[in-house]
């Protein structure tokens, strides 16, 4: 298999034991690798093409590569590819489960969801969803339901992942993006891009019960750890609201990088750090103050962000 690490000599002299965050460039063909204790970027991964979702299982780094509708699987410790998977036409966010045993594709084109089992690396079923244009396929915390986001359809997609059968569909709002649930898998979140919304759903009943104005084209969710504070980033305002999960209100926000897209935090859960999409960088914001820490260049156009 090809090697496709550009290694910089910041790794090499970098932390032992620190997060490191990748984050892929769809418009380079790279996946920049950021330490999150110095906030520095100390590798790339090359992938080529488009590459768009990332997810992290059993020591390998999944990137799905939209143009060429696979997936690459990469060591993380050679970062050495060791094989690819084909998805089909134009994949987008990938996640794992919580066990780490699947992978879970949204193939916008095919409309439908890849489950890709990470011990063999290989496709092991597809699930057919109505709505158009899947792009988000999030596990619920219990792994037993996937919910995927139809973007041209204004649908929540509902997979029963045991029963490896289509459950049901939710109206949600204008373009539903990013999807979080709380830890305990009571209520689940929907970033609805030309709503300006997140919904609010009761996750075991899968109905809608409450609506979140948000900023200007809401899209990336992520949950806190302790299940209290939800971060949502609004695209057309260039920023990240703060929404307390029990009330269901938003608390505060804070600027970052133009186009904010996808995100994830740090494993202490410290630190966010929001892939800006027009401003080819990575803010962090430091959770506790919710104030930004600092801007991070990393390659052109990123679109989202996992940490190791």
Not at 25 to 32: A, C, K, M, R, Y
Not at 133 to 158: I, M, Q, T, W
Request: contains cysteine.
């Amino acid at each position: 298999m090809k090697k496709i690490l550009k290694l910089s000599l910041a790794l090499a002299a970098g932390p032992l034991f620190a997060d490191l965050a990748y984050v892929p460039n769809e418009q380079g063909g790279t996946v920049s690798i950021m330490d999150t204790d110095t906030m520095t970027v100390v590798g790339e991964l090359a992938p080529g093409g488009k590459p768009r979702g990332l997810a992290l299982a059993r020591g390998m780094l999944y990137v799905s590569e939209q143009g060429k509708g696979i997936l690459h699987v990469i060591d993380t410790k050679t970062r050495k590819e060791v094989t690819t998977v084909e998805l089909g036409e134009s994949p987008e966010a990938i996640y794992a489960s919580p066990d780490g045993k699947w992978l879970a594709a949204a193939v916008e084109l095919t409309n439908s969801v890849v489950f890709v089992n990470t011990e063999s690396n290989k496709v092991e079923f597809k699930i057919k969803v109505k709505g158009d244009n899947p792009e988000h396929a999030v596990f619920r915390p219990d792994g037993k339901v996937v919910y995927a986001s139809a973007e041209e359809d204004d649908k929540l997609e509902v997979i029963d992942v045991e029963g490896r059968k289509y459950l049901t569909q939710v109206k949600v709002g204008t373009r539903p993006r990013g999807i979080a649930f709380t830890p305990d898998g009571k209520k689940a979140y929907v970033a609805c891009e030309r709503a300006d919304t997140v919904y609010v759903l009761d996750a075991q009943a899968h109905k809608v019960v409450k609506q979140i104005k948000v900023g200007l084209r809401s899209n990336g969710l992520t949950m806190h750890p302790d299940g209290k504070r939800l971060y949502v980033s609004n695209g057309g305002d260039a920023n990240v609201m703060l929404i307390d999960v029990a009330s269901d209100t938003v608390k505060d926000k804070v600027a970052v990088g133009q186009r904010p897209w996808n995100m994830s935090l740090t494993k202490d859960g410290k630190k966010l750090l929001v892939a800006n999409g027009r401003s080819d960088s990575v803010s962090v914001i430091d959770t506790e103050s919710f104030k930004k820490l600092a801007d991070v260049k990393v390659g052109r156009a990123p679109w989202g962000v996992v940490v190791q």
